[in-house]
């Protein structure tokens, strides 16, 4: 069932104030990185761990890969990686009680599942049948309050298993389908051996110009557009604006980082590497917070933020291979390393979003780790302000 005329009127009320702009009252910060050459800062504000596999409502908090704030409720939304194997694929909402002096609480307030359009859950991969999702970020609609989430799909391992195709779905506050976005073309996984790397699709998806243009990313270089990154070169990765409608605004290419070490010898698991999140700035729509997530056996992770730009940048969705053409990459810029930011630990950070405004006039940003349901990991809650 579509969202209701009240909080339509919510959304529209609250767009400009309290989504992705700082406060009336607080001071409005700068352009960040652009025209001055001044760099974007990051500082930590405070950090909080949710208790590993908490109880909730007759489900298992954990897997957390995504987080919003809604501007009709002032609570966030999360969603979890969990592909229906403990329970059915959902989403959380929470109150966070974060200020300028820390995070000081995290309080689960409701969870539902996603729906399929005939409103049945979504079935764990077990099942076999090509419905499954890999759910991996959400984003409340600037416009109607109503989530937009994004999934990853399944390229199997083997001939034989279904393919599940990446999709960006919508749905109502409580998981009701609503529609699903067209994808661009190169999106798609195939047989051969183009499209996104298995477990490298969707994982990025944000909203900018006022809801207007949804802006996605896939996690990893696409199969046609060269190797993934070792510890002597980065890659490129798609950026896609499409409108409301899905028709593809641009396209761009994103340099992924070089791995930061050398892997383990002795593990069986190599690097992991690629683009978890992306968050436009609310007022410049060619602008983004890039969030680049690494893991290497016998180092751990590296998370590190950057401000990156489509300005300038080769529009490649006519591009087959972005390996076969010189490009011009988007730019971009270190905001924080987070070895640097003094957190208790770096984990497996995978969403972030903006959060009100602060009196100081930096722009809150809070991210969110996910455990993979793991004993070792744990689900961090991390505050930042952004200057």
Known sequence: MSSSLTRRACALTLLLTAVLSPAVSAAQPGDPGEGSGRAVQARLLGERTVP???????????????????PCTGEYVFISDDRSYLQPARFYTARLDVDADGVHAVDFTGTHPFFQPDGSVYPAPTAGDGKAVDPEEIRVDPRSCDYWWGQEGDRPKTAGPPVI??????????????GQLKLPANYEITTEERGPRRNQAIEALTFGSKGKVVTSAVEGPLLQDGPEPDTKNGALVRVTQQNRAGKVLGQFAYPLEKIFAENDPDSPWGPDTGVPSLLAFPDQPH?????ERTWVAGAGYKIRLFDATTRGATDVQ????????????????????????????????EGMTWGPGLPSGERLLILVSDDNFAQEAITQIVALGIR
């Open 287 to 291: 602008r983004y917070l890039v969030l």
């Open 165 to 178: 195709q990446p999709s960006i779905q919508y749905a109502s506050p409580t998981g009701d389908h609503l």
């Open 52 to 70: 590993h596999r908490l109880a909730f409502q007759n489900t298992t908090v954990g897997g957390l890969s995504g987080i919003d704030r809604n």
């Open 318 to 349: 006519a591009m087959e291979s972005l390996a076969e053409q010189s490009v011009t990459p988007m730019r971009k810029r270190l905001v924080a390393d987070f070895d640097t930011l003094g957190l208790s630990a770096v984990d497996n950070t």
